[in-house]
């Protein structure tokens, strides 16, 4: 608007002069005010248009680099690291000793050497029993130690995926790579919460074969027990010690 003032205010003052000052020959020269005030003026329009399309230019082209920055990829990934920290976890439930963790053998195992069938049999049964119950139990503590192992062994992979995420959480340059590096984070949780899982499931197999094994010496003992009390008492009779003629 100050803009058109002014060009209004220089086309009054040029129309002055042209006015005041005195034909320079014969030769007179047609000035009409209003048609160069209004030229003058549709000038100033169309340069402002030209302004407001260059300002919409550039507010076009700064949402397209915003748009771009939003839809840029994380420029890292910890997705194979978390599943060869899982893959490693899994591998040494897989390795589980004599009864793994699976429903049909446990059903098995329980059939043949523990509860009721602990107490059944001759005596070498039982105790051929009672030894791999034992065995069952130390394999068991054992592979609980391997798996506490592991778990450990995958903290400090853990804590460098870790850093690296949260380092890259905190420079996104757009809501893609925020979104990105979140997930990832829920993922490393995840994967924290399986080695939780299988430490607590190798622990607590441990700890059951362990219960198991004393509540069927106990049934072991008491059917033990059972047949030496039903056996019959010492009967004396006579016992020829030389032969005679």
């Given at each position: ?106 059903q098995q195992a329980y059939s ?61 340059t757009g809501a893609l790579q ?68």
């Amino acid at each position: 608007m100050i803009k058109l003032r002014a060009l209004a205010a220089a086309s009054a003052v040029a129309l002055t002069l042209a006015v005041a000052a005195p034909p320079a020959s014969a030769q007179w020269i047609v000035f009409d005010p209003n048609n160069y005030v209004q030229n003058v003026l549709t000038a100033a329009r169309e340069l402002q248009q030209i302004n407001n399309q260059i300002q919409m230019l550039t507010n076009q082209a700064q949402s397209l680099v915003n748009q771009a920055r939003n839809l840029a990829s994380l420029p890292m990934s910890t997705l194979t690291q978390l599943q060869s920290s899982i893959a490693r976890t899994q591998a040494l439930l897989g390795q589980a000793q004599h009864i793994a963790f699976n429903v049909q053998q446990i059903q098995q195992a329980y059939s043949t050497n523990y509860g009721a069938a602990a107490g059944a049999g001759s005596t070498n049964t039982m105790f051929a029993s009672a030894q791999t119950r034992w065995q069952n139990s130390v394999g068991a503590f054992e592979d609980s130690l391997k798996v506490q192992a592991g778990v450990v062994g995958n903290i400090p992979s853990n804590l460098s995926a870790m850093n690296s995420l949260v380092s890259a959480s905190q420079s996104a340059t757009g809501a893609l790579q925020a979104a990105q590096a979140g997930n990832q984070l829920l993922a490393l949780q995840s994967q924290q919460l399986s080695d939780l899982v299988a430490l607590l499931s190798a622990k607590s197999r441990a700890d059951a074969l362990e219960q198991a094994r004393t509540a069927s010496a106990e049934a072991q003992g008491q059917q033990q027990y059972k047949t030496f009390s039903t056996r019959t008492g010492y009967v004396p009779g006579t016992v020829s010690m030389f032969s005679g003629n």
